[in-house]
Structures are given as structure tokens and as C-alpha cells.
């Protein structure tokens, strides 16, 4: 170790119950350098940086700062030793103004906002922000508090900077600007790790490069010898030859199209630009992207519960051969057409099951409105709920354990189970296998392999690319709401899929 | 007759300041502690308990020293709903229980820790009446300032006032300067509306919360006491206490979590309280429809709040949510 390292981990684990989040992670910064920690999402990038700032304490390993052991108990510990973060979800207070929210937390004599307010222009000046001290947070746009939590880490003095995904949010022109201030920060001898999966931007700001990998460190490279589909490599790792039957989709029909379609969220972001694709029968149609590039926001829209700006989702029948449009249906309506559509939410607690009923009652969720008596019937839930737990090796003492006691693996099997139980002709299934071990995932891909023999048009989004062109008939690519490839699942290549996923679009999606 | 009902509704306004201030300071946290009518209700009964050991002390209750006739009930009260504020921070911050059903259990209990000790004095005294009396502690808590009487009605809407009174106004305000203008407010602030961003600020989260709400309660407790002190006149007559820690709640959202608001609100929720005995000839169901008025009032004030959407104006936004650094 020279002395010019700023801080150093060695052997960094950290687990949230049974989830590693991190597993024996060691690297290192220097002083006037800036160190990209690149990983796909759940590489564990925030978990370790969280470590570093003092929100999480590591189980295992050692922190090195200025070539001595520390143990960092709290975030104020942290700014103590000249640490601070940047988080994704900015920790601002809405209803103080800028000054409120900067001095925030720091003792320094007699509390004088005008003094302080001085201080911070200082700050500003030396490093070009400019920060509208009349606004309070909740007026202001991202890009604003983004400069704001940036002031507000260098006033406290901190000589270690770290930035979680602050360019997810930006428009190019802001991310040029913030580029521009972090390279100045680096001359002026500041340590920066900055977070992103945006492979282009690593090359551009970095000085090296350190890669994460389901929560493992692979390595580092210095930036000058590294490229984009090394990196890529080394961020999704080496081809783990994968055992998924895939059969040829049998007598394809049309039966999902969508035709360019455009949403907006509640801040009048686009959230899904010009989307357009069709979905077969008997054919497993995979989505991959970045998470939060729309792929949500994709399945809300087909089922109802996402309004849609313009375009249209025709769904083409297969019992009556009619055509019928989507768009603008709510849900319930889209049921009583006939289409059916089962939805695997990607929470799957919040929005699937209702943790604290049993695993009866959670069937009957879908089943509530069938029969004319004012009572129940609870013995087809019932035979449902004993039927899934048998057919797919549910691990719960009965069909009364409320399903929140249930393992992830267990409860994402009965809501697969309970969406398959409902015969549906198009079954979208978000992560269906997040935070699932190997088996508890393969049961689940085979379920939706069964449902493609059938005939179903399965629309499956997943995070793991292997999985995706094992398991895919055909890679549907998005990326900042845009669609920018449609890939056949038995010829792709795992690195040019994610340069695809990474690929630059305009606007990024944070354009309004 | 004016002068009397400003009066009236000033002393009956200030056990609601001492609730809502006290609860202001909680809610600011984000503890919302609906268990403020307990706390008050456990204060006052503390602080009766106290004066009843000291008065019944003396053979001659002109024997009494005035300094500690007036020092035992308050160090009592202080006591009794200081270990409410440590029970409910206790259960909501270190324990993550409900903070919603924590406060009601609190309120259960307090009411009836209140009733079970009252009803117990007043079986020792072998009184005829439900209720004990402690003229002699309340005339002391009851002093007011000795050129009043001289003033006319000016002294009688101004100086007429026990000493608790004047300190209730006095710490609306100081309770004020120090959220708005003071560091600790800040960090107080900041605690309530956003706990995460806090503890990265480096603020101790769990310390303010505990402070907070420890104060507050003690502030809520001097209610009770004052509404027994001095409004009741010593007497103590279970469930007397009514509604106000109630009243006290709703004060909060009317003064929109600002205690300079609150003083004068308390004393508009008291006028509306005892409006009914200053209108002639009507009759007790009509009454009851006047008492309803304080809390007509707050629903108007939340429907006129909600529709203008003023940030500002809005209770701390992690008002009700138990903070866990580590969560994901």
C-alpha cells in the first residue's frame, strides 16, 4: 500500500439473511483518481458503497482508510473520515431549502444560516455549481438536487467521494456537466468511485475500472486498456452451459401485437418510446434490459394497469379469431373480453399475494367472483392450493400458513402456480426467479416451458442473460423505453445483447 | 361577560396547548403518539397522587410550605408521563411496534391507570362524593398576579392567570424558536420527515426520537395537571378529564404543527368548547352539538389545508413510519 491509496477494503462480505449480498470483495482508490464500479443490478455496487458510507456494517473483511484500519459504525463516522456518498435516491429533506439541507447534521459553533449560506457559495464557486438558494428541494428539478447532495458532501470536506448511479437521471447535457465537475474535483486530488452500468460513460470518466458480478469482485482494468465488450464479459461472466429443453415453437400465430407504443409516468417522463412488437403462440418471447428501462412499465400497459399515451395492443383471439384492442381497457374489462392475461408482478408480495392470508385464500383472489351464493366456496381454492403445493413441491407445514411465512422460492412458486392454474392464452411473467436458488428457478422455467407446449404466448422478463438465450425463442432488447433490438434467442450472443441493453438513446429516458 | 368567557376559554384552552405543544415536539420525530390523552390523563392523576400524600401529611394544611406544596405535584406529574413517553418510545422506536396502536393502548391504559388510582384516593378518604378535593394544593397552583384585580377587564383577559398558564404560552413560543431558528429544531425536523436522510447527515435518529418524544409527553402531562390544578380547582373526579387529550390532537393538525399557531387555537378551541354556557335558554342536546364544534373546526381546516397543497402545511412526511437503518 503507498500512501497515496485514499481507501482500501480488503475480503468485504455482507449478507441480508440468507442473501450474499457481497462475498469477499478487496479494492482499492487513489488519492486524484476516479474508480468506476461497474455490475449488472444486484452485483452488490450499492450494498458495498453502502458499507463504505456507514449505513451497513460489513460481517467480515477490513476498511483501510489512509492506510489505517477503521471500522465505520455510522454515517457520521463516515463523514468524519472525510467519506461521502451520493446516493441514488437522493437524501434530501423536501421542505428545507438547500442551505437547511447542507448543514444539516454538521456541528459548527453557533447555528447562522447566513454565515453558512456564504460558505457553501464558496463551495459553489471553487467548483462551478450553481445552486438557487430561494428554492426549497421539492421545487427543485433532479439535475438540482443532484448538485445540491454534491455541495452538501464537499462542504462537510470530504476528500472520498462516492456517486451511486448519479447519471441515471440526467439529461446528456447534464451528465456532461457533472463529468466535467468530477474531473475537476479529481484534479484538485479527491478520490471518486462513481456506480454505473453504463458502459460508455465508464470509459469516458474513469481512470480504472472495477467489476462486480453477483456480488463478487472479478477484477480490475485500467481504463486506458479496456473495452466495451471486455468489460461486458467480465460483467456478466463466462457461459454457464444452462440444461432448459427448449422445443421449436409449434405453429406460431400472431397473438399480442403492439403498435408503437408511447407512455409517460406521473412526472410526464417518457417512460416507454415508440414500443412495438408482436408475441406468438407457443413461443417464449424474452425482454431484457437494464432495470427500469420500461420493461415494468411494458407488462403494466398489456395488462391494463399502465395508461397508454398512443399506440395499440391488438390481441388476437384464439376461440372467437376476433381482434380486439387493449388499449384503454382496465383490467377487469380485459378479463371479460376474454383475454387473459396472467401477470407475475416483480414485487412479487406487494402486488401478487397478500402476505398475511394463507395460501387458500390467496387463490381466491382470482377466483372471488365466480359462483352466485353471498357465501364462499373454499373447497376449489382449497383442492387448487393442495394441487400447486403437490405439483410443484411447495415447502409449507399446510395450506393455512399465511404465505409471508413461506421462503421467496415457495412464494413465488404459488403465484406462478395460481397464474398458470387460470389457463391463460398470454402469460407475462416479471423475474419470475428473483432471489431464487437453482432448482426452485429450473421448476419454474420448466412451468413456463409447459405453458409455451401448450400453446401459451409466454412474455418472460429476466435479468439473467444466460437464462434469457437458453430459455427464449426470441430476445426482445430495451433500453431508456426505446426497443433497440429483436434478437432470435438461438443465435445471440450474450455480449452483443448487452450492448444492446447499454446502448445510447436519446433522451435516456430522463428526457422530458 | 366577555371578559369572563375570554377568560374561561383561555384556561380552558391552556391544557390543550400543553397537549398539543407536547405533541407537536412528538410529531415532529415522526412518532405520532395517539397516546397523548393517556399521557395527560396519567399527569394529571400523577401530580393528584402526589399532592394528596403531601397534604395528607399535615394535620393543619396552614403547616403546608408553599414551595413544596407547589414542587411535589409537578415532579410527580413530570414523572408519571415521563414513563409514559419512555414506554411509547420504547415500543414504536427500539421495539418497531405500531405506532397507531401502541398510542391507542397507551390511551387505554392511561385512562385507566387514571380512574383505578383516583378511585382508590378516593375510597382512602372515605368521601361522599366521587371526587377528592385539594383546595389547599390548588390554591397555591392557582395564585395568579396581584395587581389583576386592580385592572378591571384588562387584568382579568390578561393577568388572571395561574403561573402554569403563562408558562404554557411561554413555551409554545420558545418551542417555536427552537424548531425554526435553532439547530436541534433542525435536526429535529429533519429526523421527522426524512429519518434516512438524517442518519447519513449523520444525526442521531433514535436519540431525537426518544428526546422528542419523552418532552413532548412531560409537556402533555403539565396539562393534566393544570386541568386539575387549577381549571378544576383541586378536584379530582375520574373522567373528568373528558375529551381534551383529544381535543389536544386535533389542535396539532389545526395549528399545522406549529405551536405559535396553537396558542391561539387553543384558546379558540376552548371558547367553542364552553361557548354552549354563554348562550341562554338552550337546551343540554344542544349542547352537545356546541361541543362538537372544535373538531367541525379541524375538518374544515384539514379540507382547506389538502386543497391548497402547500408542502409546508403538511404533517412530517415519515409521520407514523418506524425508522430501521439496515432495511431494504
Partial sequence: ?512 | MIASFIQRAVMQGIPLLFGSTGEIITEKSGNLNLGIPGVMYVGGISGVIGAFMYEQSFEDKADMNPFLAVLIPLLCCVFGSLVMGLIYSFLTTTLRANQNVTGLALTTFGTGFGNFFGGSLIKITNSDIPSITLSSTSAYFSKTLPFADNLGWVGQVFFSYSFLAYFAIILALFVSFVLKRTRVGLNLRAVGENPATADAAGIKVILNKYAATCIGSVIAGLGGLYYVMDYADGVWSNDGFGDRGWLAIALVIFALWKPKFSILGSILFGGLFIVHNYIPNIDVSTQEIFKMLPYAVTILVLVIVSARKKKEHQPPQSLGVTYFREER
Fill in chain 1, 1 to 512: 500500500m503507498t500512501n497515496n491509496t485514499a481507501i482500501e477494503l480488503r475480503n468485504l462480505t455482507k449478507t441480508f439473511g440468507k442473501v450474499v449480498a457481497n462475498k469477499n470483495i478487496s479494492l482499492s482508490v487513489n488519492k486524484g483518481e476516479i474508480l468506476s464500479v461497474l455490475g449488472e443490478n444486484g452485483s452488490g455496487k450499492t450494498t458495498l458503497m453502502n458499507m463504505i458510507a456507514g449505513i451497513y456494517f460489513p460481517d467480515e473483511g477490513q476498511i483501510f482508510v489512509d492506510g489505517k484500519e477503521v471500522s465505520i459504525t455510522s454515517p457520521k463516522h463516515a463523514y468524519d473520515l472525510k467519506i461521502g456518498m451520493i446516493h441514488q435516491h437522493f437524501k434530501l429533506v423536501d421542505i428545507f431549502n438547500a442551505v437547511e439541507n447542507i448543514v444539516l447534521g454538521i456541528d459548527e459553533g453557533s447555528y447562522n444560516l447566513k454565515a453558512a449560506t456564504a460558505k457553501i457559495k464558496e463551495t459553489c464557486d471553487k467548483y462551478g455549481f450553481e445552486i438557487d438558494f430561494s428554492k426549497k428541494i421539492y421545487e427543485m428539478s433532479v439535475s438540482e438536487k443532484q448538485t445540491v447532495e454534491i455541495v452538501k458532501v464537499l462542504y462537510r470536506g470530504a476528500d472520498i467521494l462516492i456517486l451511486d448511479e448519479p447519471t441515471a437521471v440526467l439529461t446528456p447535457q447534464e451528465i456532461d456537466k457533472l463529468f466535467n465537475v468530477l474531473r475537476k474535483m479529481r484534479d484538485d486530488g479527491k478520490a471518486i468511485i462513481i456506480i454505473t452500468h453504463k458502459l460508455y460513460e465508464v470509459l469516458e470518466i474513469s481512470d480504472r475500472i472495477a467489476v462486480l458480478r453477483k456480488g463478487e469482485y472479478i477484477g480490475t482494468v485500467n481504463t486506458a486498456d479496456a473495452n466495451e465488450s471486455m468489460l461486458t464479459e467480465m460483467m456478466v461472466g463466462e457461459k454457464i452451459s444452462l440444461n432448459i429443453q427448449r422445443s421449436e415453437p409449434v405453429n406460431p400465430t400472431e397473438r399480442l401485437t403492439v403498435k408503437n407504443v408511447n407512455c409517460y409516468n406521473r412526472d410526464g417522463a417518457k417512460i416507454l418510446d415508440n414500443i412495438s412488437f408482436s408475441a406468438y403462440s407457443g413461443e417464449i418471447l424474452g425482454i431484457a434490459g437494464i432495470s427500469g428501462s420500461g420493461q415494468r412499465e411494458l407488462l403494466e400497459a398489456i395488462a391494463g394497469l399502465q395508461k397508454i399515451h398512443d399506440g395499440d395492443i391488438v390481441y388476437n383471439n384464439p376461440k372467437t379469431g376476433k381482434s380486439d384492442n387493449l388499449r384503454d381497457k382496465t383490467p377487469m374489462q380485459i378479463r371479460e373480453l376474454g383475454v387473459r392475461l396472467s401477470f407475475v408482478p416483480e414485487d412479487r408480495l406487494g402486488m401478487g399475494l397478500v402476505g398475511n392470508m394463507d395460501i387458500t385464500d390467496n387463490m381466491m383472489l382470482r377466483s372471488y367472483r365466480k359462483g352466485h351464493s353471498m357465501f364462499l366456496k373454499r373447497k376449489e381454492p382449497k383442492d387448487l392450493a393442495e394441487k400447486i403445493i403437490k405439483d410443484l413441491q411447495v415447502v409449507t407445514p399446510d395450506t393455512k400458513t399465511p404465505v409471508r411465512r413461506l421462503s421467496g422460492g415457495n412464494v413465488q412458486k404459488v403465484l406462478v402456480g395460481r397464474e398458470i392454474a387460470s389457463s391463460p392464452t398470454v402469460l407475462m411473467a416479471a423475474y419470475p426467479v428473483r432471489g431464487l436458488d437453482i432448482n426452485s428457478s429450473y421448476t419454474i422455467y420448466n412451468l413456463l416451458n409447459g405453458q409455451k407446449e401448450k400453446g401459451v404466448a409466454v412474455i418472460f422478463v429476466g435479468e439473467d442473460l444466460d437464462v434469457l438465450i437458453e430459455l427464449c425463442d426470441r430476445i426482445l432488447v430495451i433500453s431508456g423505453g426505446k426497443v433497440t433490438g429483436i434478437l432470435d434467442g438461438r443465435t445471440a450472443k450474450k455480449e452483443e445483447i448487452g450492448l444492446l441493453m447499454t446502448k445510447k438513446t436519446n433522451g435516456d429516458g430522463g428526457e422530458r
